[in-house]
Every structure is written in structure tokens, then in C-alpha cells.
């Protein structure tokens, strides 16, 4: 869970920038934010997952309403990575944007994926 909070953190700033139209660190209040939430959300997935874990009728994670709750939390990441590319796109430089288009996929591959 550690490594996915820092994964997604690291994902939600290049999605607002970071490295790509700017090299400097956002202010200390924005990377706490972003990682706060990001924490917040792995903790309710962890602890939804585990609710019913041994359960007779438990086939999966997403079973019932915990696997609604981890769907709608998971679409709510995305949707804030969408939100900072829609932000950043305007201001990549030309050199970059082939970088930007694959780190596009390849982020919302990460964001909407849940191992």
C-alpha cells in the first residue's frame, strides 16, 4: 500500500507538471495534499478489501458494495490525474509532447488498474 501512495502521488504531480513543464518541487502544502489524499483512498481500499475477506460468498474484491466504494475511489483518482493533464497540456513544451502523450496512457493505465 506504501508503494502504491507514492506511485500515485509521484503520478498525480507530473500529471500537474512536475518534471515535465517545470523542475521545481510545488510548494510543501501541494505534496502534502496530493499525498494525504492519496493515502486516505489506499487506506479505505485496503480496509474495504478486508471487511468481509473470509466470507463464504466472497469470490473477489469487488464484490457488493465495498467493490462499488473501490470502483467509485479508483475513477475519483483518475479523474483528479485527468483534471491535472487537462491542466499541464497547455503549457508542454513541442519537445515533450510525444513524452506527454505516452506518459498519458501509461498513467491511466496505472490509475484506473487496482492490483
Given amino acids: 500500500m506504501g508503494s502504491q501512495t507514492i506511485m500515485v502521488t509521484l503520478l498525480l504531480l507530473m500529471a500537474f507538471g512536475w518534471t515535465i513543464n517545470y523542475y521545481t518541487l510545488p510548494e510543501r502544502d501541494t505534496i502534502l495534499m496530493i499525498s494525504i ?12 478489501t478486508s471487511l468481509d475477506k473470509n466470507e463464504h460468498h466472497k469470490y473477489h474484491d469487488y464484490s457488493g458494495v465495498q467493490g462499488l466504494i473501490l470502483l467509485i475511489l479508483r ?10 493533464l487537462t491542466l ?4 508542454v513544451k513541442r519537445s515533450r509532447e510525444r513524452f506527454f502523450k505516452l506518459f498519458t496512457v501509461a498513467g491511466s493505465f496505472y490509475a484506473v488498474s487496482y492490483t
Avoid: E
Wanted: aromatic share 12%.
Fill in 37 to 48: 489524499m492519496t493515502l486516505v483512498m489506499h487506506v479505505l481500499i485496503a480496509g474495504l
Fill in 75 to 84: 475513477l475519483i483518482l483518475f479523474g483528479v490525474f485527468v483534471f491535472g
Fill in 88 to 91: 499541464s497540456r497547455k503549457d
